[in-house]
């Protein structure tokens, strides 16, 4: 007769599952105890400081450049203002802020001799001395070196054009005077109609004259306020 076993228990025999091993978990230091942190602090602020020093020298040399720009503008301005201001001087005087009416008394002869009002020995008087210092003031002029004074100095562009285009259009202006003051010299000698046509015809020339003049004194004008050395005549009283 066969023995029967011990029934085994439904579902078989269960493996008791083992806990989590026990391990060691350092404490993190605070940052500020941190070696790493204070080195990477320390590099930060090397690297910053490097940086700041680099700045104020490059700074302090930019301010040096400029301010030596600056005296070498300021000089070239007064030397070019102290070659043409001794060749304006006598053909008229400088109008607020920065006009310059140039020979005034041949302006009032041709409008009085245009408008039948004026005499023949008037004009002559007034057209003969200016065709003799715009001829004169125009070849001084044109002698100045404008562009040596201001030229491959490191200087705005602006301020290169402006100083010779200024002596250019002045010396143009002044050709122009010349003609105007030989036109009105010719009207002096002619009576009636022609008189009055030639007359009128220098006017023309002399108001042509007036407004390429005034463009050329107005980048000397420009040059001026660029160096900082421009000093505004303004109407007495």
């Known amino acids: 007769m066969a023995i029967k076993g011990k029934s085994r228990p439904k579902g078989g025999s269960r493996a008791i599952t083992r806990g989590p091993k026990p391990t060691y978990v350092p404490v993190r230091k605070p940052i500020l105890a941190r070696r790493s942190f204070w080195v990477g602090t320390g590099a930060a602020a090397m690297v910053l400081l490097v940086a700041g020093l680099w700045y104020g020298v490059a700074r302090e040399r930019a301010q040096a450049r400029e301010a030596e ?84 100095k490191g200087f705005d562009m602006a301020v290169v054009l402006n100083a010779v285009n200024a002596r250019a259009r002045m010396v143009q202006g002044l050709r122009l005077y010349h003609q105007a003051a030989l036109l009105a010299a010719d009207a002096a000698e002619q009576d009636g109609d022609l008189a009055t046509e030639l007359a009128t015809r220098a006017k023309e020339v002399f108001d042509l004259a007036g407004r390429v003049f005034a463009d050329g004194y107005h980048d000397y004008v420009e040059v001026q306020l660029a160096a900082d050395v421009f000093q505004p005549v303004f109407p007495s009283g």
Do not use: Y
Not at 84 to 112: H, K, M, W, Y
Not at 119 to 137: F, H, I, M, N, W
């Open 69 to 152: 720009l600056a005296r070498r503008l300021r000089n070239a301005a007064l030397e070019l203002q102290g070659r043409i201001e001794p060749v304006l001087a006598p053909l008229g005087t400088p109008v607020p802020p920065s006009g310059f009416d140039a020979f005034p008394d041949l302006r009032t002869a041709l409008a009085d001799a245009v408008d039948g009002k004026g005499d023949p020995s008037g004009l002559a008087d007034a057209a003969t001395p200016v065709a003799e210092r715009a001829a004169k003031a125009a070849d001084e002029l044109e002698a100045v070196d404008a562009t040596g004074i201001v030229g491959n």
